[in-house]
């Protein structure tokens, strides 16, 4: 079987174990049906922008010509950094998608990916970001008014836990054993001072404090971890094949190396398949 086409990142489903399909142009392949077997993904050395499509030599920030990084509101800093949202200063870049996209209810939560993180995301991405991030278990723990209010709180919580995933780590399926109601506890009674402050300033149903969540666990369709992680890339190798042995978070995880499918898109792909 061979199809070809602009990849951007795996479509993901929460079943057990978790189901993704990897977009290619106009179509969806389960990659799942094809663990323990062999793929080819040669890269045509055609890229075109996510936004907008045009034909680039180049891409930046994980799909976008140069332009649309500097124009579409998805790519600015506040993406990454959402405590400096500027929306409220009326001067979002596209204040629309501002008003659908960041001033909207959103979750902070606590994750085991590569040991215990917090982590900020849309409520409507709910699992989504979990089982992109490769979590094990996920729980929630406070419900927000809007973007900027989740990345303060985050940024108070991240002074006492991570942030950040080790994608090394966490694709080793070595996963830390935490209590994540017992941190839950012990980061609640630290941050009550926090808590008041960002109330006063937005109000007391800004932040709603989530007592009821069960916690969230994901299995992944991973035949063999890889005992030695090396990284695969198209920037280096227009070909890149291997029995395909597991999928966490964006990654596939070949007995050659592993790639981050999200790295890449708007590339043209063309995909190969054998036993």
């Keep these: 079987m061979k199809l070809a086409g602009n990849i ?41 922008c996510l936004a907008c499509q045009r034909s680039i030599k180049k891409s930046f920030q994980n799909g976008y010509c140069f332009p649309c990084t500097q124009k579409l509101a998805q790519n ?69 008014a809007s973007r900027r209010i989740s990345g303060l709180l985050e940024v108070a919580i991240a002074k006492m836990v991570s942030d950040k995933t080790n994608w090394r780590k966490m694709l080793s399926g070595q996963d830390d054993s935490v209590d994540l109601w017992c941190e839950r506890e012990r980061l609640l009674a630290k941050m009550q001072s926090e ?17 009821t969540s069960t916690i969230e666990r994901f299995e992944y369709p991973v035949l063999q971890y890889p005992k030695k992680i090396s990284s695969l890339s198209f920037d280096k190798t227009d070909v890149i094949a291997g029995t395909l042995s597991g999928i966490k ?11 981050n499918i999200r790295k890449y898109g708007g590339y043209e792909v063309e995909i190969t398949v054998s036993n």
């Design 195 to 211: 808590l008041t402050d960002i109330r006063a300033q937005f109000g007391e149903q800004a932040i709603i404090a989530i007592e």
């Design 249 to 259: 978070g964006q990654y596939l995880i070949f007995d050659t190396g592993v790639i």
């Design 8 to 48: 951007s990142k795996m479509v993901v489903t929460a079943t057990t174990p978790v189901s993704y399909e990897l977009p290619l142009g106009t179509e969806r392949l389960a990659l799942n049906d094809f663990l323990g077997k062999t793929l080819s993904l040669r890269f045509t050395q055609k890229i075109n």
């Design 76 to 144: 600015d800093l506040c993406i990454l950094k959402p405590e400096r949202c500027h929306f409220h200063l009326g001067t979002c870049r596209e204040p629309t998608w501002g008003q659908s996209h960041c001033m909207i209810p959103h979750v902070v939560y606590l994750a085991n990916a590569s040991g215990i993180k917090v982590g900020i995301t849309r409520k409507t991405q709910i699992p989504t970001r979990w089982i992109d991030q490769g979590a094990v278990t996920a729980l929630p723990l406070f419900e927000v």
